[in-house]
């Protein structure tokens, strides 16, 4: 069973799905068990990949799907599943993420979508196997179909809350088909030069033809990037983003939030380095020297209107764009350290986030408002969840030993060495921007506010609260627990952050980055 | 550089197919973006999506070139029986194994890949389609219109009632009626936190007479 890990991180969730649609039809009761054994077993299967990947002298596992090869073409006859050290660690983000939104997910898909499991879990699970499925797949074609997958079950798990939701995800859909469009049109372009689909072969290609200067790789990597943009909601492009994630049921908005972006970002950097090659991508001036500067633009905008909102999911929408644009930033700032910090901030985000989109349900759950100001007294009400969501919001901010802290002192490396100084004012800007958004929800939470607005809290006891109001009343612990998981996890990737870097180091090491100013 | 007419020749003979894909291409995104009605925008995805099938489609097309499956009898220029009498023999057995196409041999057979690579968008255009008209049915269920500015308006009256602050909230719902200030103060501790679900069910019981109408 080992040797073929790659193919059972796909084959749980998938065939899990389809079981959960026809066992479900019978027995509504089943999906979750089904759900949350098979999100156990495709968890194993990614620890399993990343094990195998870490010990191979390469650094990655390949599966041809099948087992199609051909002496001929040793790499062009089956779709081929790659498990490089980068993708590895991306697939075991996905599915921990993946197994602890499914566990939590027992109480707030009855709540919130009575009678709908047999349509809600499968959905849930195909999204899983698409977002596991972009970060091992080796074929760009593949990529697209994996990207439509995930695409099509997020609009439908975004939809099956209320109308409020669907009409979020209508503008989900337009957007999210242009952005998958363009990058299918320049897989079209690159097929048009290379001959091949299989990202390796794509870049040994470029690079045997010198294909460098070629107008057709322009136009094919100029499609690639704005469709990739697109979905991963870089600024300009993020207008989807913040409705969709709000109106969300719970669950939807737990699952697509840390991932669905994060998972874009990955792409991107295999499009710039695997499949492009770095001397092709960071060579054309055009992206090399405009987007950094979009991304200053970014996440200035989305820091402000983050800093606007007054609810809760909402806000925190907002900061995922505005972590989108520290991913692209460090990325495109062409630096080594920049990379390992995009790479290990991919990794950190998605699990801060999903403390955080966590602890937001069992509040709005307890709370029954999404405002600011109906939050009161949810300290000493609800401690163990205010701890998990505030974890992640320390994570935000950077507060050192959570994992946020070590991936944006990689990125403001980066930054410094590359002499990209723009790039760390707004690191640094939006560093505050976050500390003035948790901490006011700090207060808020803490200090009360009487019915007329005058302020009531003198101090932790007195909160202007009767005490019922203030009563120990923690969420159930079938959510509480994950939240708490998610938390731990954050904490550990922190101080453990050593041994994530190494292995994004081991992975960096055969592109050759600028470690010095490099500024081309 | 060009001679007379080379121009002509270049941009639109022999690149015509990619003219007309992006011209189609502009149409959909056009469509997309700036019409008002969700039905019309969808007609837009579609268009979008065609141009793109199309695009692909023409990469894969090749004047006279038979279908890729190496047989001598599909030969329609009957070269492969004269080029290599033994490749019959080997196809009448029972296994042949793929073996590397001689150069002129490889210019007889069109490449699949692009068409095949096209049915798969076909199927996922399709199923975003369906799914787009679904939701654009939810929408006119929940709010009667697929007009966009008339959606937009609704969406942000309904942000904007639910979005308000608990607090101001309560303060406003005594001046409005005796009854729900009696309720009010009877039950002090659960109107600190009003419900929002309850202002759901009933902007979802007003809209509904409408859309039957």
């Known amino acids: 069973m080992t040797e073929n890990a790659i193919a059972w991180i796909f084959i749980f969730p998938l065939f899990g799905s389809v079981a959960c649609a026809i066992l479900g039809l019978w027995k509504r009761s089943w999906c979750y068990p089904i759900s949350v054994f098979c999100m156990i077993g495709s968890t194993w299967a990614g620890i399993e990949t990343l094990m195998q990947a870490m010990d191979s002298s390469a650094g990655e596992v390949s599966y041809i799907l099948g087992g199609w090869v051909l002496d001929l073409y040793p790499r062009g006859v089956g779709i081929e599943f790659r498990a490089d050290l980068l993708g590895a660690l991306i697939v075991l983000v996905v599915l921990g993420v993946g197994l602890i939104v499914t566990i939590y997910s027992k109480l707030p898909v009855q709540e919130e979508t009575p009678n709908k499991e047999a349509i809600f879990y499968p959905l849930f699970l195909l999204q899983i196997t698409g977002l596991a499925g972009i970060s091992l797949t080796g074929d760009a074609f593949n990529l697209y179909v994996l990207i439509e997958v995930a695409a099509l079950t997020g609009y439908g798990l975004i939809a099956i809350g209320s109308n409020r939701a669907a009409a979020a995800a209508f503008n989900y859909v337009i957007l999210g088909t242009i952005g998958a469009s363009l990058y299918l049109l320049g897989v079209g372009y690159l097929y048009i030069k290379t001959g091949t689909l299989n990202m390796v072969g794509i870049c040994e290609v470029i690079e045997a033809n010198g294909l460098q200067d070629s107008a057709t790789m322009q136009v094919a990597f100029a499609l690639v990037g704005l469709g990739i943009l697109i979905k991963m909601a870089f600024f300009p492009f993020h207008a989807w983003l913040p409705n969709s994630y709000c109106h969300a049921p719970t669950t939807t908005s737990s699952l697509l939030a840390p991932l669905v972006t994060k998972v874009m970002i990955y792409v991107m950097i295999r499009m710039v380095l695997t499949v492009f090659g770095v001397d092709f991508s960071f060579e054309s001036t055009l992206w090399t020297q405009v987007l950094p500067w979009l991304v200053v633009i970014a996440i200035v905008s989305a820091a402000v209107m983050a800093l606007a909102q007054r609810e809760i999911k909402r806000m925190l929408a907002y900061l995922i764009v505005a972590e989108v644009g520290y991913m692209v930033g460090g990325v495109w700032i062409y630096n080594y350290y920049g990379l390992i910090g995009s790479i290990f901030h991919v990794i950190s985000d998605a699990c801060m986030t999903l403390c955080l989109f966590l602890g937001a349900g069992l509040i709005l759950r307890k709370a029954k408002t999404t405002h600011f100001d109906g939050l009161r007294g949810l300290f000493s009400k609800m401690p163990f969840t205010m701890f998990g969501f505030f974890v992640g919001g320390f994570s935000i901010i950077g507060l050192p030993p959570t994992c946020g802290f070590f991936s944006k002192w990689y990125l403001i490396t980066g930054g410094m060495v590359a002499q990209r100084w723009e790039y760390m004012v707004v690191l640094m800007f939006s560093t505050m921007v976050m500390v003035v958004l948790f901490f006011r929800l700090i207060e808020r939470i803490h200090l009360a506010v009487s019915e007329s607005g005058e302020n009531l809290g003198h101090g932790h006891g007195d909160l202007g609260l009767t005490k019922e109001q203030t009563k120990f009343d923690e969420g159930p612990w079938s959510m509480v627990l994950p939240l708490a998981v998610a938390a731990c996890i954050v904490l550990v990737i922190g101080i453990y952050n050593q041994d994530v870097v190494n292995q994004i180091e081991r992975f960096l090491e055969p592109f050759n980055l600028p470690k010095g100013t490099g500024r081309p | ?213």
């Open chain 2, 1 to 213: 550089m060009f001679e007379e007419g080379a121009i002509f020749n270049e941009l639109l003979l022999e690149r015509l197919n990619y003219f007309i894909y992006v011209i189609l291409l502009l149409i959909g995104l056009y469509a997309m973006i700036s019409k008002n009605n969700l039905i019309k925008k969808l007609i837009g995805m579609s268009i979008f999506q065609t141009a793109i099938i199309l695009f692909f489609v023409s990469l894969g097309v090749k004047e006279g070139a038979t279908v890729p499956i190496y047989k001598a009898e599909h030969d329609p220029h009957g070269h492969a029986v004269s080029h290599d009498a033994n490749d019959t023999e080997v196809d009448a057995g029972v296994v042949h194994s793929p073996q590397a196409l001689k150069q002129g041999q490889v210019a007889q057979y069109a490449n699949p890949l692009p068409h095949v690579l096209m049915l798969t968008a076909i199927v996922v255009g399709v199923a975003t389609l369906g799914l787009a008209l679904a939701l654009t049915q939810r929408i006119f269920q929940g709010y009667g219109t697929v007009e966009e500015d008339e959606l937009l308006v609704k969406l942000e009256r309904e942000d904007a009632r639910k979005s308000v602050s608990p607090l101001k909230a309560k303060v406003s719902t005594p001046k409005k009626t005796k009854t729900t200030k009696a309720k009010g103060s009877a039950s002090h501790k659960k109107s600190v936190k009003p419900n929002p679900k309850a202002s759901k069910t009933t902007s979802k019981r007003t809209s509904s007479p409408k859309k039957k109408s």
